[in-house]
């Protein structure tokens, strides 16, 4: 059974680049799908025939020019016209078959970037709570944002123009060896070679600029998004100065990584442009000796040129490709190393739903801890189905614990949790929590409308459906009262109404669940006295019959359960009902007098 344990965030595992391009192929091809292989293979012919028809121009382009000088017997303006028409032909081919692989391959691309972002998302959402209490939002989302723009890049770009180059590169070079000799095809090809060799070697240097660059922008992500996803908090201590400095912080780290990123750049770009001007004055140096010897014609020099220059001017590009193919790989190895995180909380093989007829929840000596720090400590508990039981004690006794054990959000490191006999670790985790409704003490809302917070509990719900348990809930009325009633927004996090109001607002998304089983949190901790009595009301009705468990701090709202459970620390020290609990004169009875004595006060 796995423990629990919250730690220190533990590092990012990585899974290399060649389990990234393995994973990235898997989602570029998926099993069975037959229309994504032949978009594949169209997009390759495409890519072959507008490669040679970049290799047709310019042998079009230098029989033009040796016509047109008087190279040949004599001029022909038919044969001038019939030249500039397979001239125009080409580069109109080349135009087109570049397009049409493009065209053909860019739903290839976006539906495996659509997978690989999809399946991140899912496998986040399996992760347990520790996860997420370690890790930073911000961080998250930008290691997803880059790498799906990663393989995006990779495949619709990349893929698309390095390997025409490669091809390309190889039959130039064996064009030039049969038509110009030996020498301009060693030329070429070591020329583009000596490029590529000074292109892998410096960038592989400079890409712990890049890498330091992405943590600073992600350390600036998270930052931001922190600050602003507590924005109350920031202006009830009028922090906003300090808020702003350390986000200055960290735009200065990134600012510094990103200027040596940039002067890296010039380095290679000198030395880039230095290797391609040599090689083509070389060649270039060669046909003009050959064409003073009577060797090659002027449309040779001119074909011998053209080549070269379709040849090169993509190699300065390679640079950059070669960059953010580089990138890219790094970029997807963050985002697949997510999916290396294994879940902490896992269903068993084969685990069958659960079968809820009655309600009874028992815990069962349940032992649990977070990290040195001991929670619970033997507990045993028990609620029979259909009752109201209330778990009340002091701070730190583990009373909201209880909930997120019952919701499997950790598994207690010994001990047993029961729903009608059944173990809720040898059951579905999804299936186990369609039963259970929450309302949590700390309720956050989607920045969406009033309706669909309530409707996120069933997101089939109607109107009416909604309107009903919102007037369950007490909140009929307030929805009514504003000018888009049911479609007014309640902003990020809910900020736009005030604690009540978003407590209310989870009170009706539990109802409209639906349950076996209710789970209160301080469920009206946010609400003033009449409120609270009014909601009472409607919680003891909708949970009529139905197995209800409320963790309270306020004892006057647990006085007509059926049973009160009373922690500390971590066990129950007393149970019973209210006046039992009372005439024991203990634990329960002091909490009580205090309570009573501050509400005098």
Request: with cysteine.
């Amino acid at each position: 059974m796995s423990k629990p344990v919250v730690s220190e965030q533990a590092a990012m595992p990585k899974i290399g680049i060649r389990s990234a391009l393995v994973e990235l192929f898997r989602y570029v091809s998926p099993k069975g799908d037959r229309s994504v292989t032949a978009r594949i293979i169209i997009a390759l012919a495409f890519v072959a025939l507008a490669r040679a028809a970049t290799l047709v121009v310019p042998i079009f382009y230098g029989k033009l020019v040796d016509h047109v000088a008087g190279e040949d017997a004599g001029f022909d303006l038919s044969i001038m016209w019939w030249l500039l028409g397979g001239y125009a032909l080409a580069r109109i081919g080349q135009q087109f078959f570049d397009e049409g692989s493009e065209f053909v391959f860019v739903r290839v691309a976006q539906k495996a970037v659509h997978g690989a972002a999809l399946t991140t998302f899912k496998h986040l959402h399996s992760l347990s709570l520790k996860f997420h209490l370690d890790r930073q939002t911000g961080g998250l989302t930008r290691a997803i944002e880059r790498g799906a723009k990663g393989m995006e890049f990779l495949l619709t770009f990349a893929l698309l123009e390095v390997m025409p180059l490669i091809i390309e590169l190889i039959l130039v070079s064996t064009i030039m060896w049969a038509m110009f000799g030996f020498y301009y095809a060693v030329v070429t090809f070591t020329t583009v070679m000596i490029y590529t060799v000074f292109t892998l070697s410096v960038t592989e240097w400079r890409i712990k600029f890049r890498r330091r660059m992405n943590e600073a922008d992600e350390k600036a992500a998270t930052r931001a998004v922190d600050s602003l996803l507590n924005f109350e908090t920031v202006k009830y201590f009028s922090a906003e100065e300090i808020e702003a400095k350390r986000y200055s912080e960290a735009l200065s780290r990134y600012e510094k990584a990103a200027v040596q990123s940039r002067t890296s750049l010039s380095a290679v770009n000198i030395g880039q442009g230095l290797i391609i001007s040599t090689g083509l004055a070389l060649v270039m140096g060669m046909a003009g000796h050959d064409i003073h010897n009577g060797n090659i014609s002027i449309g040779s020099f001119v074909v011998v040129n053209t080549y070269l220059i379709q040849l090169y001017l993509p190699l300065n590009f390679l640079g950059y490709i070669y960059r953010e193919i580089r990138q890219s790989l790094t970029d997807m190895e963050r985002m697949f190393s997510l999916l290396e995180e294994a879940p902490d909380i896992t269903d068993q093989q084969e685990a069958p739903p659960i079968k809820i007829d009655q309600g009874r929840i028992d815990f069962d000596n349940v032992v649990f801890s977070y990290g040195p720090r001991g929670v619970l400590k033997g507990l045993n508990l028990s609620v029979e189905a259909g009752q109201r039981v209330a778990i009340v004690g002091p701070s730190g006794a583990g009373k909201s614990t209880i909930s997120k054990l019952l919701f499997r959000f950790y598994d207690p490191e010994e001990g047993e949790i029961r729903i009608d006999h059944q173990p809720i670790n040898q059951v579905q985790q999804s299936g186990l929590r369609r039963e259970i409704a929450v309302v949590p003490q700390d309720t956050v809302l989607f920045n969406t409308t009033i309706a669909e917070n309530i409707a996120y509990g069933k997101p089939d719900a109607s109107l009416n459906d909604i309107r009903e348990a919102s007037r369950l809930a007490s909140l009929h009325d307030f929805i009514a009262s504003l000018p888009d009633g049911y479609d007014t927004r309640v902003g990020e996090r809910g900020l736009k109404l005030s604690g009540g109001e978003k407590q209310r607002v989870a009170i009706a998304r539990a109802i409209i669940k639906n349950p076996s089983i209710f789970l209160f949190d301080e469920a009206t901790s946010a609400l003033d006295s009449r409120t609270e009595k009014e909601i009472q009301h409607s919680l003891e009705t909708i949970s009529q019959g139905r197995t209800t468990l409320i963790i309270a701090h306020r004892l006057s709202t647990v006085v007509n359960c059926d049973r009160i459970f009373v922690l500390n620390k971590g066990q129950v020290e007393e149970s019973g009902t209210h006046q039992e609990l009372l005439a024991l004169n203990g634990m329960y009875y002091t909490m009580w007098m205090r309570q009573a004595s501050d509400q005098e006060e």
